[in-house]
Antibody, heavy 117, light 107 residues
Framework: QVQLQESGPGLVKPSETLSLTCAVSGYSISSGYYWGWIRQPPGKGLEWIGSIYHSGSTYYNPSLKSRVTISVDTSKNQFSLKLSSVTAADTAVYYC??????????WGQGTLVTVSS | DIQLTQSPSFLSASVGDRVTITCRASQGISSYLAWYQQKPGKAPKLLIYAASTLQSGVPSRFSGSGSGTEFTLTISSLQPEDFATYYCQQLNSYPFTFGPGTKVDIK
């Protein structure tokens, strides 16, 4: 069974960098699929942040592109998200997920990141 | 970016009702559309992909149809565990946008 687990600080100060890692079990990232991040501000809808292929090719939401970096570590079977210069508007539940051409089939449980001083 | 709209945004229904949710895309997306169910405090769950393919393990009362710019999710007989928020997502082109959601509540 494929499982994804987000980890990282739950509180980040404004202007700093949000860093999250997603550990994948039950499937080797090197075998394929896209691996992505989606976020959901409290009480609001879903926003796709970006995805990375196991080869390292990345795709970002243009609205966040200047601040986002997604990377993959196949040796640890995990991938990561960095979002720089955060503001309160970046407060959200962040999900990591496995994405294929027609949908997103496995999701992490989500982790709440609050941006506050 | 491709914009997705969903209607209705809120739906009140009873157990056993047939429920239909519509998702419209601002431009054609072929069949690159997925539907998700999300319950409070939980991650979204994939129900339908490629507009009409039922994800493994999802009950057959869920079905999807459509192509191009108009899509529907139908629940043939609403069950108590189906009360949730439903989202569509297009995967035709980046960024992979989501619809605003449809909340299905108990009448």
């Amino acid at each position: 069974q494929v499982q994804l687990q987000e980890s990282g600080p739950g509180l980040v100060k404004p202007s700093e960098t949000l860093s999250l890692t997603c550990a994948v079990s039950g499937y080797s990232i090197s075998s394929g699929y896209y691996w992505g991040w989606i976020r959901q501000p409290p009480g609001k809808g879903l926003e796709w942040i970006g995805s990375i292929y196991h080869s390292g090719s990345t795709y970002y939401n243009p609205s966040l592109k200047s601040r986002v970096t997604i990377s993959v570590d196949t040796s640890k079977n995990q991938f990561s998200l960095k979002l720089s210069s955060v503001t309160a508007a970046d407060t959200a539940v962040y999900y990591c997920a496995r994405q294929f051409r027609f949908g997103t089939d496995y999701w992490g449980q989500g982790t709440l990141v609050t941006v506050s001083s | 970016d491709i914009q997705l709209t969903q209607s209705p945004s809120f739906l009140s229904a009873s157990v056993g009702d047939r429920v239909t949710i519509t998702c419209r895309a601002s431009q054609g997306i072929s069949s690159y559309l997925a539907w998700y169910q999300q319950k409070p405090g939980k991650a979204p769950k994939l129900l339908i992909y490629a507009a009409s393919t039922l994800q493994s393990g999802v009950p057959s009362r869920f079905s999807g149809s459509g192509s191009g710019t108009e899509f529907t999710l139908t629940i043939s007989s609403l069950q108590p565990e189906d009360f949730a928020t439903y989202y569509c997502q297009q995967l035709n082109s980046y960024p992979f946008t989501f619809g605003p959601g449809t909340k299905v509540d108990i009448k």
